[in-house]
């Protein structure tokens, strides 16, 4: 069964930093692109950022490049995001999502609040 649990979120000021994990259970991260997701209060999911399975290809949306930056730990099992120069729009609830390069099954985290405000 797969899990997947972020860690990491919390409150910090405007051009802050914080480093979101999402630690996977129950895949191997090498067979699977993982992606991090936001959910504003009233606004739909939008990805962030994607890191895929194999090479490890990373892309963002425009709003985060340059400040934000996937990674991927295999012998950890995990992903990270790290988030630089952080603004009062990046307050969201981050998701982690997970999806099978080969079958394309998909699985989610409970998600973890970032909030930046001063």
């Known amino acids: 069964q797969v899990q997947l649990v972020e860690s990491g979120g919390g409150l910090v000021q405007p051009g802050g930093s914080l480093r979101l994990s999402c630690a996977a259970s129950?895949?191997?991260?090498?067979?699977?692109?993982i992606g991090w997701f936001r959910q504003a209060p009233g606004k739909e999911r939008e990805g962030v950022s994607c890191i895929s399975s194999g090479a490890g290809s990373t892309s963002y949306v425009d709003s985060v490049k340059g400040r934000f930056t996937i990674s991927r730990d295999n012998a950890k099992n995990t992903v990270y995001l790290q988030m630089n120069s952080l603004k009062a729009e990046d307050t969201s609830v981050y998701y982690c999502?997970?999806?099978?390069?080969?079958?394309?099954?998909?699985?989610w985290g409970q998600g973890s609040q970032v909030t930046v405000s001063s």
């Open positions: 999502f997970s999806k099978n390069s080969a079958t394309s099954d998909a699985d």
């Open positions: 129950g895949i191997t991260l090498d067979y699977y692109s």
